[in-house]
């Protein structure tokens, strides 16, 4: 009986010393690691946007600017048409540019604005201005092409002899001083008594043969 005793006695002693054996076989748990992830810095991929533009020849242009002023027939007036105050700030705004000093858009402006209303009273006007723009600019063969068109368009205008004179100064400046003439004696025969067939008497008698 005391032999059994001394045995439990002998086991419990020993317990300790197999816990502390058995916690140091268990195996340890890995501290946690934080990952931080970075975005990359890569650009968006580009969407093409670009989109071609098409532009007209200057020659269809030209004719687009004079049709409206060559047509045989009245326009038909829309509900959106512009007012006759809004057509005459139009006019208005081409001649100020041309005084002061913007002679390409006056020109552009004047010409749109006879392009768009032939019919109007003072279309005639636009050309022969918009003529007097392109001579300020050197451009004669363009001048003389728009008072062509300003008295072809509006024979009975009143700027039909303004634009006649302008032509034969056109005429004389590129060299063909018998056409330039020929147009000053044209108005004075047709246009008597007038200021126009005064100057051209006066610039006939000047002229280099």
């Given at each position: ?41 890569e650009p968006a991929p ?14 269809v242009v030209d004719e ?99 634009s006649m004179l302008k ?43």
């Open positions: 009986m005391r032999r059994r005793l001394d045995e439990q006695e002998a086991a419990r002693a020993a317990a300790p010393t197999d816990l502390a054996a058995a916690g140091e076989a268990r195996p340890e748990i890995p501290a946690l690691t934080v990952v931080k992830l970075k975005p990359k810095a580009k969407i093409a946007t670009a989109v071609p533009v098409l532009e007209p020849e200057p020659d687009i600017l004079q049709s409206g002023s060559r047509s045989d027939e009245a326009p038909e007036e829309s509900p959106s048409a512009a007012s006759p105050m809004a057509l005459e700030v139009e006019f208005q705004e081409g001649v100020a540019a041309l005084n002061t000093g913007n002679l390409s858009g006056g020109v552009a402006r004047l010409q749109k604005f006879a392009a768009e209303n032939p019919r109007h009273p003072k279309a005639d006007n636009a050309l022969y201005l918009s003529g007097v723009g392109q001579m300020g600019q050197g451009q004669y063969e363009r001048a003389a092409s728009t008072f062509e068109q300003a008295i072809s368009t509006y024979p009975a205008g009143d700027a039909v002899k303004d032509l034969a100064e056109c005429r004389a400046r590129l060299n063909r001083r018998n056409e330039a003439r020929a147009l000053y004696t044209q108005l004075v025969k047709k246009y008597p008594g007038t200021a126009a067939a005064t100057q051209a008497q006066a610039r006939l008698a000047s002229l280099p043969p």
